[in-house]
């Protein structure tokens, strides 16, 4: 009897605390006078998403990422999600279906972290995935290991042409793929190795209409044992700004958190922020909630989350930059994604997230006119 009371004070609790979050997503941007104000709250249960990637694009929003199963190896593909004010997400389709896919390509199963991109007028979508029909570790054949793959298109929605039908861009087990274009017009692909003892992240040229790496993979920074970093890392992310190189990466050496790494050169050398992880969560043994803020751990009792991460960016309605990624909470099994502005102080990355509170933020004035014609904004402000 005691024991179910529990349970129902537990459920009732947990029922409170999603309520409590979805609420300022039900509240739709306001506008007095001439300013906007755009309010959220997260996390947003509504993207079922690992590795959250938002893409502004032709006044919308849309939106890509590893969706479930996650870890059974057989999710349906990508799925495209696309939103009119970044809180209320609508389905739009498998931008690679599984379903639809012959039985014997090296793409077939287990799609993971999705993003697209925007470049010289084409969209690409990146992936990674393998065959578990065969044995991922196959490097004879090239058919079944878990690897990073190249999808092209005219438009956003499709549809996609796989530019890697017959084997992947890198030729060892690779994992989170991430593409990045230059000011000079070269294009780079980011990504991590995979099912080793040590992790590194990787940068390579890549030629986007042959849907090959240009170069060998140059190793740019590593796992590092005994840091929060030490039991591997993955998610990469870059941005430039103000000429230097900023590469996130997400490791789970203690729940989940993201750090950064900064080069003025795209294949080093690069040195990692002293003060990561920049941000994350975890729990400990007995429930307690904590939050890492700039390599502290914070205890916070009403946090929500279980873990953060995997973190991609975009531009926001405020016309900064902002980062979407995916976080896990108490009383729910599926991911959900979370989003929240960032912005630079003497070339340090400065974050509020993880929130989970109503937040408030202007639109930009140059984005008044059409609030969410994000694609065509070019100037990002640094100002909190």
Partial sequence: MKENFRNLIFLTVVMVVIVTFMGCTKKETNKTGDEKIFCYTNPNVQLEFRDTHIVPDNGKFYAVGTCEPVWSGVNPGVKLYVSEDLINWIFVKLLIDANEL?????YKDRFWAPELRKIQGRYYLTFNCQNNSGDYGDTATMKHYHACGLAAADTIEGPY???TPDKPLTEFASNDISLF???DGKTYAFFNNGWTDLHHIYVAEIDLAEGKLKEEPVKLINQEPGKWDGAGMEGSHVLKHEGVYYLF??????????GYATATNIRGPWTKYKNNPLFGAFRDGEGKGYLFKEGKEIQDPNSPYVTVGHNQVFIG???RYWTSYHGY?????????VMDPFWFEDGKIKTGTPTYTPVEVKVAPEMLKVFLGLAQ?????DKH
């Fill in 161 to 163: 042409t796989v530019l």
């Fill in 181 to 183: 274009e230059d000011e």
């Fill in 329 to 337: 909470i108490v009383g729910r099994s599926e991911a959900c994604m």
């Fill in 377 to 381: 904004h070019k100037k990002v402000s």
């Fill in 102 to 106: 012959p039985a014997d390509v090296w």
């Fill in 317 to 319: 309605p405020d016309g």
């Fill in 249 to 258: 990466y997400s490791s789970w050496t203690k729940g989940y958190a993201v």
